[in-house]
């Protein structure tokens, strides 16, 4: 069955001439043809009422979207102080819709080749805590931070690119919580 799209005014067209043919077009320039606007009416009707527009749905912020956040703090040599641009980093990271929620967050450290391999593992550890304990006064539940330290590395060739912690945070839907009675 072919459907048509009329504007209000070949609508009201095709309403005065009953039986008249349409044209195939787009339903942008759906109209009568020349011979429907000629063709005499057998009896004069009535206007029909113009198509009514469907009932705009009410506006509604879209939900955003809970996704997987990440962040890469980085350190300076033999140091597990964070800057305050890091902490910033991790504030906006932390910071989720309040749609979402937290599932959980891996944080890694990790420390350039420089100096004993023992101590840049446990550089890499003080640096990983550091940055959960950052996560937690931004409102992160601590039991959802998964700690690892992975200590030195060479992956670059700017040893202060290996001086980092690495953050992930998993979120998913909010589920409401049951009033406690």
């Given at each position: ?14 309403a ?5 043919a349409?044209?195939?077009r787009?339903?942008e320039t759906?109209a009568?043809t ?7 009416s ?22 955003p ?9 980085y350190?300076?040599t033999?140091?597990?102080a964070l ?8 504030a906006?990271?932390a910071?989720?819709?309040e749609?979402c929620?937290?599932?959980?967050v ?8 420089s100096?004993d ?6 550089l890499?550890e003080?640096?990983?805590?550091a940055?959960?304990?950052a ?35 998993v ?11």
């Amino acid at each position: 069955m072919n459907r048509f799209l009329l504007s209000g005014a070949a609508a009201l067209a095709l309403a005065l001439a009953p039986g008249a043919a349409l044209a195939k077009r787009s339903p942008e320039t759906a109209a009568p043809t020349a011979a429907a606007a000629q063709a005499p009416s057998a009896a004069p009707q009535a206007p029909a009422a113009a198509p009514q527009a469907p009932a705009a749905a009410p506006a509604t912020a879209p939900t955003p979207a809970c996704e997987t956040r990440a962040a890469t703090v980085y350190f300076d040599t033999n140091s597990t102080a964070l800057s305050p641009e890091s902490e910033a980093a991790l504030a906006q990271t932390a910071d989720g819709p309040e749609t979402c929620a937290i599932q959980s967050v891996s944080v890694t450290g990790f420390a350039d080749a420089s100096g004993d391999a023992d101590y840049n593992r446990a550089l890499a550890e003080r640096r990983s805590v550091a940055v959960r304990d950052a996560l937690v006064r931004e409102g992160v539940p601590g039991e959802a931070i998964t700690v690892a330290a992975h200590g030195e590395v060479a992956e670059s060739d700017d040893p202060a690119r290996d001086r980092r912690v690495e953050v992930q945070i998993v979120m998913s839907a909010a589920v409401a919580q049951p009033a406690a009675s």
